[in-house]
């Protein structure tokens, strides 16, 4: 099974660090869940393995290949996609545009077409707004057309910031049921999520980093009994954390 390792790396910004000596691993056909309190260093981890920002230490590996310290479209080329929060479409670009630039490596057209294709008929919801500028688009229209975007490249893992940031409860939970169907589907999902109760339901591993250092690795059934982390990190109330 293709799997994404992360060990022992250190990373942050200029002079400060903020990742110390941080492990995960997560597998295709998996949502792996990172938790872990405001400023912590998710969205810091998850650049440092899409090749974003320059480790300071450590490795990531993708089933065995070395991916340490690859620029971002040599990490996108082995089949890693950055999600970052909110979607990052380009906003005046057309839906249609953005998913062109999400096959840009594609250079036969009949193939990138093709895969347009493809990609729409799983977003019919797109296909009707296809020639809408994005930027024009609800978030979560925005968030569908990121992850169709990232689709074309067909890539083993995504990884996804805060894919519900500034959306509705109802919206929420649809993208991250959609998140759980990527894997159902065999892609990897590295996911970072505020809203922890409704992450729990589709996580098949979590992750919990303080301080930019592990704190807490398992099954996301076995997280509720850690009183310490559910509260005083995540912020998870009595009789709140149950996943079922
Ligand atoms: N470009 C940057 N330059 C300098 N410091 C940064 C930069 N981006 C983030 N930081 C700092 O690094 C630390 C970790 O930030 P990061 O965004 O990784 O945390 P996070 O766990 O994702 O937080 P949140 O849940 O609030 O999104 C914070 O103290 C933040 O202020």
Same mark, same amino acid.
């Given at each position: ?13 200029g002079?400060?660090?903020i990742?110390?000596?941080v492990?995960? !691993?997560?597998?295709?056909g /998996?949502?792996? *869940?990172? +938790?872990?309190? =405001?400023? *912590?260093?998710? !969205?810091?981890?998850?650049?440092s #393995?899409? $090749?974003?920002?320059?480790?300071? $230490? ?13 620029p &971002? ?17 380009? @906003? $005046?670009?057309s839906?249609?545009e =953005?998913?062109?630039?999400? $096959? ?6 009949r ?6 294709e493809?990609?729409? %008929?799983? +977003?019919p ?10 930027? &024009? ?5 925005q968030m ?7 689709l #074309?490249?067909?890539?083993? +893992?995504?990884? +996804? %910031?805060? @894919?519900?940031?500034?959306l ?8 991250l049921a959609?998140t759980?169907?990527?894997a159902?589907r065999? #892609?990897?999902?590295l996911?970072?999520?505020? =809203? #922890? ?20 690795e398992g099954? @996301?059934? %076995?997280?509720?009994?850690?009183? /310490?982390?559910?509260?005083?990190y995540l ?6 954390g149950?996943?079922?």
């Amino acid at each position: 099974m293709t799997v994404l390792e992360v060990r022992d790396v250190s990373g942050g910004y200029g002079a400060v660090q903020i990742l110390s000596d941080v492990s995960l !691993s997560a597998a295709v056909g /998996e949502v792996t *869940c990172l +938790f872990g309190p =405001n400023g *912590c260093g998710k !969205s810091t981890l998850l650049k440092s #393995i899409a $090749g974003a920002l320059p480790l300071w $230490g450590g490795t990531v590996t993708l089933d065995g290949t070395d991916l340490t310290g690859q620029p &971002s479209h040599k990490v996108l080329s082995q089949g890693i996609a950055l999600m970052p929060q909110g979607g990052g479409v380009f @906003p $005046g670009l057309s839906v249609k545009e =953005n998913l062109r630039m999400g $096959g840009y490596t594609i250079k036969v057209r009949r193939e990138l077409d093709a895969r347009i294709e493809e990609v729409l %008929d799983e +977003f019919p919801r797109l296909r009707e707004r296809l020639s809408v500028a994005a930027g &024009s688009l609800s978030g979560g229209e925005q968030m569908l057309v990121s992850i169709a975007r990232a689709l #074309i490249l067909q890539p083993r +893992f995504l990884l +996804f %910031d805060e @894919p519900s940031a500034g959306l509705s409860p109802k919206l929420t939970t649809d993208v991250l049921a959609r998140t759980a169907a990527l894997a159902e589907r065999g #892609i990897g999902v590295l996911m970072i999520e505020q =809203n #922890i109760k409704q992450a729990l339901r589709v996580a098949d591993k979590v992750y919990v980093l303080v301080g930019g250092r592990n704190r807490y690795e398992g099954r @996301p059934g %076995d997280i509720n009994s850690d009183k /310490e982390l559910m509260h005083l990190y995540l912020g998870v109330h009595k009789d709140e954390g149950d996943p079922q």
